[in-house]
């Protein structure tokens, strides 16, 4: 199966037409060449397409039997690696993984991102971006048009920024979700996440506690669903921190540990 008939495959079994596939990545009439066979497209575009409709990226390169498709399959291994590295705060991982793609040449962008992302949520430090990387993220984000892709971004760099400048972006996600209130699941998990990592960030920054107050207010006027359930209590933990409520910290550590998520909040627990 080619790129095209791949992307064609998961358009019809997601039920859209053409231009809601582009999703305003790339124009109607550039997608329906890429489709059809007519027209390449960068790896960056496609994966900025699959994404913003939530379509598992390995699988779909799964199901492409082109010559590349090995190429794909190993970066998204290394972006597993990365993945896990960051959420376990595995420095050291990190570190084996960047002396290794030190010998790839050609790197996609993308996955050069994901690894100084990396780095910047273990060690809650912004030191490796540089000030320009820092402006393009800011013009990236900033838009009128908040949807689930920008929302998910934003929860991803918030930590490239700093809290005066998070806040300001964060506030304004925050009202664009009030005003356009989505209910599916992936939206709402992304709008959460945004106001779980940037209390993340307030708490290492040791931030004034007004910060970490709208996000968690943003939090609790939520739907009460499954999805969002874990990021509710990460602000009960947040809060509670803030208020130096040494008790229900400890009551919420001792049941992450239990359930084996105590390494999300590793980087909280002197």
């Known amino acids: 199966m080619t790129i095209g008939q791949a992307l064609k495959s998961y358009r019809l079994h997601a039920g859209m037409d053409q231009k809601e596939m582009a999703a305003g990545i790339v124009s109607q009439s550039f997608y329906s060449k890429v489709e059809r066979g007519m027209h390449g497209i960068d790896t960056n575009l496609l994966i900025k397409i699959l994404t913003a409709h939530h379509f598992d990226v390995v699988s779909f390169f799964s199901h492409l039997t082109n010559q590349d498709k090995n190429i794909f399959n190993s970066y998204y291994e290394i972006e597993s690696e990365i993945t896990f590295a960051k959420n376990t705060k595995n420095l050291t991982k990190l570190k084996e993984i960047e002396e290794r793609l030190k010998q790839e040449e050609d790197l996609p962008d993308w996955l050069k991102f994901r690894l100084e ?76 996440w945004i106001a779980v990592n940037y209390l993340n960030c307030c708490y290492h920054a040791q931030a004034d506690k007004m910060y970490a107050v709208k996000a968690i207010a943003f939090l609790r006027q939520l739907p009460v669903t499954p999805e969002i359930g874990f990021s509710n209590i990460l602000a009960t933990y947040y809060e509670a921190l803030f208020n130096r409520d040494q008790k229900t910290v400890n009551e919420i550590i001792d049941i992450l540990k239990k359930d084996k998520y105590i390494a999300l909040i590793q980087d909280t627990i002197d």
């Open 117 to 192: 992302l990396a780095f910047a949520w273990v060690t809650h430090s912004n030191e490796r971006i540089s000030s320009e990387l820092q402006q393009k993220l800011k013009k990236l984000i900033i838009n009128d048009d908040w949807d689930r892709t920008s929302y998910y971004f934003l929860s991803q760099a918030i930590i490239l920024l700093s809290i005066e400048e998070a806040d300001q972006l964060v506030q304004s996600a925050f009202k664009a979700f009030t005003k356009h209130p989505a209910t599916d699941p992936f939206t709402l998990q992304f709008v959460s």
